[in-house]
Protein backbone atom coordinates (compact mmCIF):
# COMPACT_ATOMS: atom_id res chain seq x y z
CA UNK A 1 0.00 0.00 0.00
CA UNK A 2 1.13 3.13 -0.85
CA UNK A 3 0.13 6.28 1.38
CA UNK A 4 0.87 9.84 -0.14
CA UNK A 5 0.01 13.40 0.92
CA UNK A 6 -0.22 16.54 -0.97
CA UNK A 7 3.09 17.41 -0.63
CA UNK A 8 3.60 14.12 -2.26
CA UNK A 9 1.62 16.02 -5.45
CA UNK A 10 3.12 17.93 -8.26
CA UNK A 11 0.39 20.51 -8.62
CA UNK A 12 1.02 21.32 -12.23
CA UNK A 13 3.19 24.09 -11.65
CA UNK A 14 0.68 25.90 -9.30
CA UNK A 15 2.03 27.87 -6.47
CA UNK A 16 3.39 25.89 -3.61
CA UNK A 17 1.36 28.10 -1.17
CA UNK A 18 -1.90 26.82 -2.42
CA UNK A 19 -1.06 23.74 -0.66
CA UNK A 20 0.67 24.78 2.10
CA UNK A 21 -2.02 27.73 3.16
CA UNK A 22 -4.93 27.59 0.53
CA UNK A 23 -3.85 30.66 0.57
CA UNK A 24 -5.65 33.11 -2.23
CA UNK A 25 -7.36 37.10 -2.21
CA UNK A 26 -9.79 37.68 0.16
CA UNK A 27 -8.59 34.75 2.40
CA UNK A 28 -6.23 35.42 5.69
CA UNK A 29 -3.67 32.49 6.17
CA UNK A 30 -3.83 33.97 9.95
CA UNK A 31 -7.53 31.92 9.69
CA UNK A 32 -6.42 28.45 9.52
CA UNK A 33 -7.64 25.94 11.85
CA UNK A 34 -4.80 24.97 14.11
CA UNK A 35 -3.83 21.90 13.67
CA UNK A 36 -4.80 22.25 9.64
CA UNK A 37 -2.76 20.24 7.35
CA UNK A 38 -1.55 20.63 3.58
CA UNK A 39 -4.18 20.28 0.69
CA UNK A 40 -4.67 19.78 -2.69
CA UNK A 41 -7.41 22.87 -3.03
CA UNK A 42 -9.69 21.79 -6.12
CA UNK A 43 -12.00 25.00 -6.40
CA UNK A 44 -15.33 25.06 -8.50
CA UNK A 45 -14.30 26.70 -11.73
CA UNK A 46 -16.97 27.86 -14.47
CA UNK A 47 -14.01 28.67 -17.29
CA UNK A 48 -10.67 27.36 -17.57
CA UNK A 49 -8.63 27.88 -20.38
CA UNK A 50 -5.68 25.55 -20.47
CA UNK A 51 -2.41 24.86 -22.51
CA UNK A 52 -0.38 21.76 -21.45
CA UNK A 53 1.99 20.63 -23.90
CA UNK A 54 2.34 16.75 -22.30
CA UNK A 55 -0.83 15.97 -24.32
CA UNK A 56 1.38 16.46 -27.60
CA UNK A 57 -0.67 18.95 -29.22
CA UNK A 58 -0.22 22.86 -30.23
CA UNK A 59 -2.69 24.62 -28.81
CA UNK A 60 -5.05 25.54 -31.85
CA UNK A 61 -5.77 21.49 -30.75
CA UNK A 62 -6.14 22.57 -27.30
CA UNK A 63 -8.98 25.41 -28.20
CA UNK A 64 -6.63 28.40 -28.34
CA UNK A 65 -6.41 31.03 -31.50
CA UNK A 66 -3.51 32.31 -33.19
CA UNK A 67 -2.78 35.69 -32.74
CA UNK A 68 -0.82 38.70 -33.83
CA UNK A 69 -0.16 40.60 -36.49
CA UNK A 70 3.18 38.64 -37.28
CA UNK A 71 2.00 35.30 -36.14
CA UNK A 72 3.33 32.39 -38.12
CA UNK A 73 2.78 28.41 -37.41
CA UNK A 74 6.47 27.80 -37.59
CA UNK A 75 6.71 30.22 -34.18
CA UNK A 76 5.74 27.27 -32.23
CA UNK A 77 6.90 23.60 -32.29
CA UNK A 78 6.32 20.25 -30.28
CA UNK A 79 9.23 19.18 -28.19
CA UNK A 80 7.33 15.69 -28.40
CA UNK A 81 5.06 15.43 -24.97
CA UNK A 82 7.41 17.85 -22.65
CA UNK A 83 7.06 21.34 -23.93
CA UNK A 84 6.42 23.54 -26.56
CA UNK A 85 9.35 25.52 -28.58
CA UNK A 86 9.10 29.15 -28.75
CA UNK A 87 10.85 31.02 -31.54
CA UNK A 88 8.87 34.05 -33.00
CA UNK A 89 12.16 34.73 -35.33
CA UNK A 90 12.72 38.64 -35.17
CA UNK A 91 10.02 41.36 -34.64
CA UNK A 92 6.83 39.61 -34.49
CA UNK A 93 3.81 39.76 -32.49
CA UNK A 94 3.14 36.34 -32.65
CA UNK A 95 0.77 34.73 -29.41
CA UNK A 96 -1.89 32.51 -28.08
CA UNK A 97 -5.34 33.69 -27.28
CA UNK A 98 -8.38 31.88 -25.96
CA UNK A 99 -11.82 33.76 -25.10
CA UNK A 100 -15.00 32.47 -23.26
CA UNK A 101 -18.19 34.67 -23.24
CA UNK A 102 -19.25 34.24 -19.61
CA UNK A 103 -20.22 36.21 -16.82
CA UNK A 104 -17.33 37.68 -15.10
CA UNK A 105 -16.01 35.81 -12.46
CA UNK A 106 -15.45 36.87 -8.54
CA UNK A 107 -11.97 35.94 -8.87
CA UNK A 108 -9.38 35.28 -11.91
CA UNK A 109 -6.23 33.03 -11.69
CA UNK A 110 -3.22 31.93 -14.14
CA UNK A 111 -0.08 29.91 -13.51
CA UNK A 112 2.74 28.41 -16.37
CA UNK A 113 6.05 26.83 -16.22
CA UNK A 114 8.30 27.90 -18.86
CA UNK A 115 12.43 28.65 -19.67
CA UNK A 116 13.39 31.38 -21.98
CA UNK A 117 15.99 31.99 -23.91
CA UNK A 118 16.76 34.93 -25.16
CA UNK A 119 14.09 38.01 -25.32
CA UNK A 120 14.86 41.89 -26.64
CA UNK A 121 12.84 44.82 -25.64
CA UNK A 122 12.71 47.82 -27.33
CA UNK A 123 11.03 51.05 -25.64
CA UNK A 124 7.26 48.97 -24.06
CA UNK A 125 7.31 46.80 -21.39
CA UNK A 126 5.68 43.57 -22.29
CA UNK A 127 7.96 43.31 -25.13
CA UNK A 128 9.07 40.13 -24.22
CA UNK A 129 7.09 36.40 -23.20
CA UNK A 130 4.00 37.94 -22.03
CA UNK A 131 1.31 36.25 -19.82
CA UNK A 132 -2.21 38.03 -19.21
CA UNK A 133 -5.23 36.31 -17.99
CA UNK A 134 -8.78 39.26 -17.53
CA UNK A 135 -12.09 39.94 -17.68
CA UNK A 136 -14.36 42.40 -18.83
CA UNK A 137 -18.26 42.87 -18.01
CA UNK A 138 -19.37 43.37 -21.43
CA UNK A 139 -18.58 45.82 -23.96
CA UNK A 140 -15.77 47.67 -21.53
CA UNK A 141 -12.45 47.24 -21.01
CA UNK A 142 -10.61 44.37 -19.85
CA UNK A 143 -9.60 44.25 -15.58
CA UNK A 144 -7.14 41.64 -15.03
CA UNK A 145 -3.24 40.82 -14.35
CA UNK A 146 -0.21 40.67 -16.53
CA UNK A 147 3.37 39.42 -16.46
CA UNK A 148 5.66 39.32 -18.70
CA UNK A 149 9.83 37.95 -18.98
CA UNK A 150 11.72 40.66 -20.56
CA UNK A 151 15.18 42.05 -21.08
CA UNK A 152 14.93 45.51 -20.29
CA UNK A 153 18.36 46.38 -20.60
CA UNK A 154 18.10 44.64 -24.53
CA UNK A 155 21.25 43.58 -25.76
CA UNK A 156 23.08 45.22 -23.03
CA UNK A 157 24.41 41.96 -21.64
CA UNK A 158 22.27 41.88 -18.53
CA UNK A 159 19.81 38.88 -17.27
CA UNK A 160 16.57 39.10 -18.24
CA UNK A 161 13.94 40.32 -15.74
CA UNK A 162 10.32 39.25 -14.70
CA UNK A 163 8.13 41.55 -14.76
CA UNK A 164 4.54 42.23 -13.51
CA UNK A 165 2.97 44.89 -15.72
CA UNK A 166 -0.63 46.72 -16.50
CA UNK A 167 -2.96 45.33 -19.17
CA UNK A 168 -2.02 48.36 -21.11
CA UNK A 169 1.74 48.66 -21.58
CA UNK A 170 3.89 51.39 -19.89
CA UNK A 171 7.07 52.89 -21.11
CA UNK A 172 9.96 51.21 -19.97
CA UNK A 173 11.19 52.98 -16.56
CA UNK A 174 7.68 53.32 -16.38
CA UNK A 175 4.92 51.69 -13.82
CA UNK A 176 6.38 48.40 -14.27
CA UNK A 177 7.80 45.88 -11.01
CA UNK A 178 11.13 44.01 -11.98
CA UNK A 179 10.98 40.51 -10.02
CA UNK A 180 14.36 38.64 -9.14
CA UNK A 181 13.99 35.00 -9.49
CA UNK A 182 15.42 33.34 -6.67
CA UNK A 183 17.35 31.24 -9.43
CA UNK A 184 21.28 32.04 -9.40
CA UNK A 185 21.86 34.99 -11.99
CA UNK A 186 23.90 33.11 -13.83
CA UNK A 187 21.51 30.26 -14.93
CA UNK A 188 18.41 32.54 -15.28
CA UNK A 189 18.15 31.78 -18.54
CA UNK A 190 18.75 28.16 -18.36
CA UNK A 191 16.00 26.68 -16.17
CA UNK A 192 12.45 26.11 -15.42
CA UNK A 193 10.51 29.14 -13.85
CA UNK A 194 6.68 28.82 -12.37
CA UNK A 195 4.89 31.86 -11.84
CA UNK A 196 1.27 33.07 -11.08
CA UNK A 197 -1.26 36.11 -10.57
CA UNK A 198 -4.38 36.03 -8.50
CA UNK A 199 -6.93 38.83 -7.98
CA UNK A 200 -10.06 38.90 -6.88
CA UNK A 201 -12.38 41.90 -8.32
CA UNK A 202 -14.18 42.96 -5.16
CA UNK A 203 -10.72 43.79 -2.84
CA UNK A 204 -7.49 45.90 -3.60
CA UNK A 205 -4.66 43.38 -3.05
CA UNK A 206 -3.61 40.81 -5.78
CA UNK A 207 -1.28 37.70 -4.92
CA UNK A 208 1.40 36.53 -7.60
CA UNK A 209 4.28 34.62 -7.51
CA UNK A 210 7.53 33.74 -9.52
CA UNK A 211 9.19 30.89 -8.41
CA UNK A 212 7.25 31.10 -4.90
CA UNK A 213 8.59 34.47 -4.47
CA UNK A 214 5.78 36.13 -3.27
CA UNK A 215 4.35 39.38 -4.31
CA UNK A 216 1.46 42.05 -3.65
CA UNK A 217 0.16 44.43 -6.08
CA UNK A 218 -2.86 46.84 -5.46
CA UNK A 219 -5.26 45.80 -8.50
CA UNK A 220 -5.58 49.12 -9.78
CA UNK A 221 -1.58 48.64 -10.45
CA UNK A 222 -2.68 46.51 -13.59
CA UNK A 223 -5.23 48.92 -14.61
CA UNK A 224 -7.87 48.87 -17.63
CA UNK A 225 -7.20 47.57 -21.37
CA UNK A 226 -5.96 49.57 -23.86
CA UNK A 227 -9.34 49.05 -26.08
CA UNK A 228 -13.00 48.02 -25.09
CA UNK A 229 -13.38 44.38 -24.95
CA UNK A 230 -16.17 42.54 -26.62
CA UNK A 231 -19.83 43.49 -26.11
CA UNK A 232 -20.52 40.13 -24.13
CA UNK A 233 -19.04 39.46 -20.82
CA UNK A 234 -15.77 37.64 -21.92
CA UNK A 235 -13.03 36.14 -19.86
CA UNK A 236 -9.45 36.11 -21.86
CA UNK A 237 -6.23 34.88 -21.50
CA UNK A 238 -3.08 35.18 -23.61
CA UNK A 239 0.49 34.08 -24.15
CA UNK A 240 3.61 34.40 -26.03
CA UNK A 241 5.22 37.77 -27.86
CA UNK A 242 1.67 40.29 -27.72
CA UNK A 243 4.09 42.86 -28.27
CA UNK A 244 7.21 43.72 -30.75
CA UNK A 245 10.04 43.49 -31.18
CA UNK A 246 11.26 40.58 -30.49
CA UNK A 247 12.94 37.71 -30.93
CA UNK A 248 11.28 36.08 -28.38
CA UNK A 249 12.89 31.96 -27.70
CA UNK A 250 12.52 29.55 -25.31
CA UNK A 251 9.74 26.71 -24.25
CA UNK A 252 6.31 26.57 -22.28
CA UNK A 253 5.27 23.25 -20.53
CA UNK A 254 1.83 24.63 -19.14
CA UNK A 255 -0.12 27.60 -19.00
CA UNK A 256 -3.75 27.78 -17.19
CA UNK A 257 -6.05 30.16 -16.58
CA UNK A 258 -9.17 29.92 -14.49
CA UNK A 259 -11.92 31.72 -12.69
CA UNK A 260 -13.35 32.08 -10.58
CA UNK A 261 -11.48 28.83 -8.56
CA UNK A 262 -8.33 28.00 -9.34
CA UNK A 263 -7.64 24.59 -11.66
CA UNK A 264 -5.04 22.05 -10.84
CA UNK A 265 -4.16 18.80 -11.74
CA UNK A 266 -2.57 17.03 -9.21
CA UNK A 267 0.23 14.88 -10.85
CA UNK A 268 1.46 11.99 -8.45
CA UNK A 269 4.03 8.87 -9.03
CA UNK A 270 3.88 5.78 -6.94
CA UNK A 271 4.52 1.59 -8.11
CA UNK A 272 1.86 -0.39 -9.65
CA UNK A 273 1.07 -3.41 -7.25
CA UNK A 274 -1.43 -5.49 -8.87
CA UNK A 275 -2.65 -4.86 -12.47
CA UNK A 276 -6.13 -3.17 -11.36
CA UNK A 277 -4.81 -1.70 -8.35
CA UNK A 278 -7.19 0.60 -6.43
CA UNK A 279 -7.05 4.27 -5.99
CA UNK A 280 -8.19 5.98 -2.96
CA UNK A 281 -9.04 10.09 -2.76
CA UNK A 282 -9.41 11.49 0.85
CA UNK A 283 -11.56 14.16 0.53
CA UNK A 284 -12.86 17.28 2.79
CA UNK A 285 -14.98 20.18 1.63
CA UNK A 286 -15.37 23.61 2.39
CA UNK A 287 -18.60 24.74 3.54
CA UNK A 288 -20.82 25.57 0.99
CA UNK A 289 -22.18 29.33 -0.22
CA UNK A 290 -24.82 30.64 1.35
CA UNK A 291 -27.73 30.09 -0.99
CA UNK A 292 -26.29 27.01 -2.78
CA UNK A 293 -27.41 23.32 -1.84
CA UNK A 294 -25.97 20.81 -4.31
CA UNK A 295 -23.04 19.16 -2.62
CA UNK A 296 -22.42 16.50 -5.94
CA UNK A 297 -18.70 16.73 -6.90
CA UNK A 298 -16.76 15.05 -9.59
CA UNK A 299 -12.97 13.78 -10.53
CA UNK A 300 -11.49 12.64 -13.24
CA UNK A 301 -7.89 10.26 -13.26
CA UNK A 302 -5.76 9.88 -15.32
CA UNK A 303 -3.07 7.10 -14.96
CA UNK A 304 -0.30 4.67 -16.92
CA UNK A 305 2.38 2.60 -16.04
CA UNK A 306 5.52 3.33 -17.07
CA UNK A 307 7.60 1.05 -19.69
CA UNK A 308 11.07 1.32 -20.65
CA UNK A 309 10.64 3.32 -23.30
CA UNK A 310 7.77 5.97 -22.62
CA UNK A 311 7.76 9.03 -21.90
CA UNK A 312 8.02 9.99 -18.40
CA UNK A 313 6.72 13.27 -18.96
CA UNK A 314 3.82 12.61 -21.25
CA UNK A 315 0.13 13.11 -20.11
CA UNK A 316 -1.18 9.79 -18.78
CA UNK A 317 -3.55 7.91 -21.61
CA UNK A 318 -6.17 5.80 -19.48
CA UNK A 319 -8.73 8.35 -17.65
CA UNK A 320 -12.20 7.02 -15.88
CA UNK A 321 -14.37 9.95 -13.92
CA UNK A 322 -16.40 9.24 -10.19
CA UNK A 323 -18.57 11.57 -8.38
CA UNK A 324 -19.26 11.25 -4.72
CA UNK A 325 -21.88 13.14 -2.79
CA UNK A 326 -20.31 15.24 0.31
CA UNK A 327 -22.93 16.08 2.49
CA UNK A 328 -21.42 17.50 5.56
CA UNK A 329 -18.22 20.21 5.39
CA UNK A 330 -14.87 19.47 7.20
CA UNK A 331 -15.65 15.85 7.45
CA UNK A 332 -13.88 12.72 5.68
CA UNK A 333 -15.21 11.27 2.66
CA UNK A 334 -13.59 8.59 0.25
CA UNK A 335 -13.79 8.26 -3.62
CA UNK A 336 -12.34 5.17 -4.83
CA UNK A 337 -11.52 4.14 -8.52
CA UNK A 338 -10.03 1.13 -9.91
CA UNK A 339 -7.51 1.37 -12.34
CA UNK A 340 -8.07 -1.27 -15.17
CA UNK A 341 -9.63 -1.17 -18.45
CA UNK A 342 -12.98 -1.05 -17.60
CA UNK A 343 -15.92 1.62 -17.38
CA UNK A 344 -13.13 4.29 -18.72
CA UNK A 345 -14.16 7.68 -19.78
CA UNK A 346 -15.11 8.25 -23.43
CA UNK A 347 -11.95 8.73 -25.42
CA UNK A 348 -9.40 7.19 -23.21
CA UNK A 349 -7.22 5.56 -23.84
CA UNK A 350 -6.80 1.67 -23.10
CA UNK A 351 -3.35 1.00 -22.18
CA UNK A 352 -3.38 -1.72 -19.94
CA UNK A 353 -2.31 -1.19 -16.20
CA UNK A 354 1.60 -3.68 -15.93
CA UNK A 355 2.25 -4.82 -11.82
CA UNK A 356 5.39 -4.07 -10.55
CA UNK A 357 6.13 -0.73 -13.04
CA UNK A 358 6.00 2.30 -11.72
CA UNK A 359 2.62 4.43 -12.44
CA UNK A 360 1.67 7.64 -12.83
CA UNK A 361 -1.79 9.14 -12.60
CA UNK A 362 -2.70 12.73 -12.47
CA UNK A 363 -5.97 13.75 -10.19
CA UNK A 364 -8.37 16.91 -11.11
CA UNK A 365 -12.18 18.17 -10.74
CA UNK A 366 -13.90 17.66 -13.81
CA UNK A 367 -16.07 21.08 -13.03
CA UNK A 368 -19.06 19.87 -15.37
CA UNK A 369 -21.90 22.03 -14.92
CA UNK A 370 -24.47 18.91 -14.81
CA UNK A 371 -21.82 16.12 -13.28
CA UNK A 372 -20.24 18.36 -10.54
CA UNK A 373 -22.02 21.28 -9.12
CA UNK A 374 -20.85 21.47 -5.92
CA UNK A 375 -19.28 25.40 -5.90
CA UNK A 376 -16.90 25.05 -2.57
CA UNK A 377 -13.67 23.88 -2.60
CA UNK A 378 -12.57 20.59 -2.02
CA UNK A 379 -9.45 19.40 -0.43
CA UNK A 380 -7.42 16.61 -1.29
CA UNK A 381 -5.31 15.46 1.79
CA UNK A 382 -4.21 11.67 0.82
CA UNK A 383 -4.17 9.30 -1.83
CA UNK A 384 -4.35 5.99 -1.13
CA UNK A 385 -3.34 2.82 -3.46
CA UNK A 386 -4.39 -0.68 -2.72
CA UNK A 387 -3.58 -3.95 -4.61
Not at 319 to 325: D, E
Request: charged residues 20%; contains cysteine; proline residues 7%.
Amino acid sequence: MFVLSALDADINGAPAFWVEGNWKPGSNIGDAPAGSIPSVPFDKCDVVHEYDARLGTLPNLQGWTPSGSGFSAGHYNMLGTRALSIDTQGNNQSFWRRDTQIARPARIAAYAVFSIDEVESGSEAGEGFDMVVEANTGGDEFKGLRAAWGDPGSLDGSPAEFQYIPLESPTLGDDFKNIKSTQPIDQIRSVWHRMSLQGKFDITKTIESLDDSINYEELTFFGDSEADGPSLATFRADFGATKSPGPVVGRLRNFVASGPGRFIRAWFRAFALSTNPKLRLVLVADALPAGETATQVEFRVRYQTLADLDDPFAMPVNAKIATVNITSPEQVFILEFTLDNTGLEAGSGTDPIDASHPLRFTVERTNSTANDPRRSTVHLLQVILIP
